[in-house]
């Protein structure tokens, strides 16, 4: 699967054209299993979800029902320690750090500079 994602002719660079280069073997469970399906990865077994709404649902929910998944080794190695793989009382500090920096009136301002930066007219 991954020789024949690979030497596809395909550069799409939307959703379905990423998933298939980066993870062929899930573009194709859900060709066959349609948009959630359940599947295996190692002994334990996994969700997987393509629909908005639902995985709105999932990460907005507050009733603890949904836990995030541990790190191994290799994936930490991948990700680090940040926000993704914090917990608790550390998520909260550096999620009120990160929600500073995004807030709108930041955002407009570096839409304007990239704007201007990509015209050179600066």
């Given at each position: 699967?991954?020789?024949?994602?690979?030497?596809?002719?395909?550069?799409?660079?939307?959703?379905e054209g990423?998933?298939?280069?980066?993870?062929?073997?899930?573009?194709?469970?859900?060709?066959?299993?349609?948009?959630?399906?359940?599947?295996?990865?190692?002994?334990?077994?996994?969700?997987?979800?393509?629909?908005?709404?639902?995985?709105?649902?999932i990460l907005?929910?507050?009733?603890?029902?949904?836990?995030?998944?541990?790190?191994?080794?290799?994936?930490?190695?991948?990700?680090?320690?940040?926000?993704?793989?914090?917990?608790e009382e550390?998520?909260?500090?550096?999620?009120?750090?990160?929600?500073?920096?995004?807030?709108?009136?930041?955002?407009?301002?570096?839409?304007?500079?990239?704007?201007?930066?990509?015209?050179?007219?600066?």
């Amino acid at each position: 699967m991954i020789v024949e994602a690979l030497s596809s002719r395909s550069l799409s660079f939307n959703h379905e054209g990423v998933v298939e280069r980066v993870m062929p073997q899930y573009y194709n469970w859900s060709k066959v299993y349609g948009d959630t399906f359940l599947y295996w990865f190692g002994s334990k077994a996994r969700l997987a979800l393509s629909d908005p709404d639902m995985i709105k649902e999932i990460l907005v929910n507050k009733s603890g029902s949904f836990g995030k998944i541990r790190f191994d080794p290799a994936t930490r190695l991948l990700f680090g320690d940040g926000l993704v793989a914090l917990e608790e009382e550390k998520w909260v500090v550096h999620r009120r750090i990160a929600t500073q920096v995004f807030c709108m009136e930041r955002v407009k301002v570096l839409c304007f500079f990239f704007s201007k930066y990509k015209s050179n007219k600066f």
